[in-house]
């Protein structure tokens, strides 16, 4: 147990790394490879920006919060048979806790500085956050039926005759919609997009931006690693040890979000909730529904 | 080690709960009251009630949120950062506070609370599940759809009355110039896309 704590510890720093690359590359944002670094050493040289009257606790915290979910998030995925961070028989549930509570510090983070288009960014993406996260839970239920447990251990185990998204094939594809939401990234970036001048984040410089930033990609790991557990089996997998199947696997979802990311249009706001709403949502009973008949002794 | 745990997130629920009626704007109330019941939820987690501890944080964290949305949204507080006071008919709710107060400490300390501990090993979580989708199913059915039948109640009698006149009668914004086309955003036409002509 501790010693899944460290690997997680040890492994999210390189692997935030990756994501800011896979982030820059085709964006001619500078050099992919020492880019982000540069970057985030500029940053942490800046100082803070001061806005008037913000509430300072959470403006303060918003970040570390932020950083937070995605550790804990990333605790309930098993690294290889019996080796887990945090050993709980309801680790989906708590992974639901964390992706509910990362709208709840998004909204937190846009709302604190008292200043308008953050405050935009907060409101809008708590609309769409919201029937995204719903929808998640209902596909990660479909991810829990065949194994009669929502302990994540568990949910491998059921997966060594056929992987999940083999069985459910809606499951991935509507779960990556709530990893966009939670990753402020591409079609449901509403919080910190461009047109808002960065949204929640357009008040901040300095380390609490570079802190929003790898907080922003360790969630992005969090939610790869947690994908590839529900889905693609996780840590199983022939001839490589388990812990570098699930590395090769986060790492093809990570590629994976940031190319939806980039591909998928951005809808208005009203548009993208009727479309959550009526369609996406839907569709995640019906994959529920479908997997319920399949189970079904 | 667990009763220091309690001890420390008892005072945490006590103490944000009773912050949610001292703090000036809605967001904050809400979110302190999220924090009470994030200490109550890990406190179930300590009592061997995993399921019920963190689906509560869940739930809190989602009511939470939805309720900071619909309070500034329905309230004249635009962003819940400018302080208003958060109280309001103060000797009713004096009343109702002591009435409740006494009513639950009677209820903890008169009542014959089973001291069983829980079995090591026991599938919690299985017989909760058999429990509401068993015996308690048609408690939980009823209790669910009454809510969502308030909740839906409570929006339409609320969002009758429109921020410019009944929401029925069109709640129009009045022009930018007298007697010009209502300001704001024009609802978008159900059939083609010509051009709107004033009220309707």
């Avoid at chain 1, 918003?62 to 945090?86: I, N, T």
């Avoid at chain 1, 009669?148 to 779960?175: C, K, T």
């Avoid at chain 1, 529900?230 to 986060?250: D, E, I, S, Y």
Wanted: proline share 7%.
């Amino acid at each position: 147990m501790i010693a899944a704590a460290l690997t997680l510890l040890l492994a999210l720093p390189p692997l935030v790394w990756v994501a800011a690359m896979f982030d820059r590359i085709g964006t001619g944002r500078g050099a992919v490879l020492i880019g982000p670094l540069q970057n985030g050493a500029a940053l942490l040289l800046r100082p803070n920006t001061a806005t008037e009257a913000p509430d300072r606790l959470n403006r303060l915290l918003a970040p570390g919060w932020y950083l937070a979910l995605a550790l804990v998030g990333l605790s309930v995925v098993p690294l290889a048979p019996g080796v887990v961070a945090s050993d709980i028989s309801t680790g989906l549930v708590l992974w639901g806790a964390c992706e509910a509570l990362t709208v709840v510090v998004v909204f937190l983070h846009g709302w604190s500085p008292n200043a308008p288009l953050p405050l935009i960014g907060a409101y809008r993406y708590v609309a769409i956050g919201l029937p995204a996260m719903l929808l998640s839970m209902f596909v990660l239920i479909g991810a829990a039926l065949p194994a009669q447990s929502l302990s994540v251990v568990e949910v491998v185990e059921a997966q060594r005759e056929i992987w999940n998204v083999i069985r459910q094939p809606l499951g991935l594809p509507l779960f990556m919609a709530l990893g966009l939401a939670i990753t402020l990234r591409g079609p449901f970036d509403y919080a910190d997009g461009a047109e808002l001048a960065g949204g929640t984040s357009a008040e901040e410089s300095g380390p609490a931006l570079a802190l929003w930033h790898f907080a922003r990609a360790a969630m992005l790991v969090a939610f790869s690693a947690m994908a590839a557990t529900a889905f693609l089996g996780g840590h199983l997998g022939p001839v490589l040890p388990g812990p570098v199947w699930l590395l090769l696997k986060t790492l093809v979802l990570m590629a994976l979000s940031v190319a939806a990311g980039r591909f998928f249009a951005r809808m208005p706001p009203a548009r993208m909730l009727t479309f959550l709403w009526v369609v996406l949502l839907p569709l995640s009973f019906a994959s529920l529904a479908l997997v319920g008949v399949e189970v079904l002794p | 080690m667990t009763d220091a745990l309690f001890l420390a997130l008892s005072t945490l629920a006590i103490w944000s709960g009773w912050r949610v009626f001292r703090v000036d704007s809605m967001v904050r109330a809400s979110f302190q009251l999220m924090v009470s019941f994030i200490a109550v939820g890990l406190i179930a987690v300590l009592l061997a009630a995993p399921y019920i501890g963190i689906a509560t944080i869940f739930m809190m964290a989602v009511e939470m949120m939805v309720m900071a949305l619909f309070m500034v949204m329905f309230m004249m507080n635009p962003a819940g950062l400018n302080p208003m006071v958060m109280v309001h008919q103060h000797r009713f709710s004096i009343a109702a506070g002591v009435v409740a107060f006494s009513g639950l400490s009677a209820a903890v300390l008169l009542s014959d609370l089973p001291v069983q501990r829980v079995p090591e090993g026991a599938d919690v979580v299985r017989d909760l599940g058999h429990e509401l989708l068993g015996p308690s199913m048609l408690i939980f059915e009823t209790a669910g759809v009454t809510l969502l039948a308030t909740m839906i109640g409570a929006v339409v009698l609320s969002a009758h009355s429109g921020r410019y006149g009944a929401s029925d009668a069109g709640s129009l914004p009045p022009g930018l110039t007298p007697g010009g086309e209502p300001a704001g955003r024009k609802p978008d036409e159900s059939a083609g896309h010509h051009h709107h002509h004033g009220g309707h």
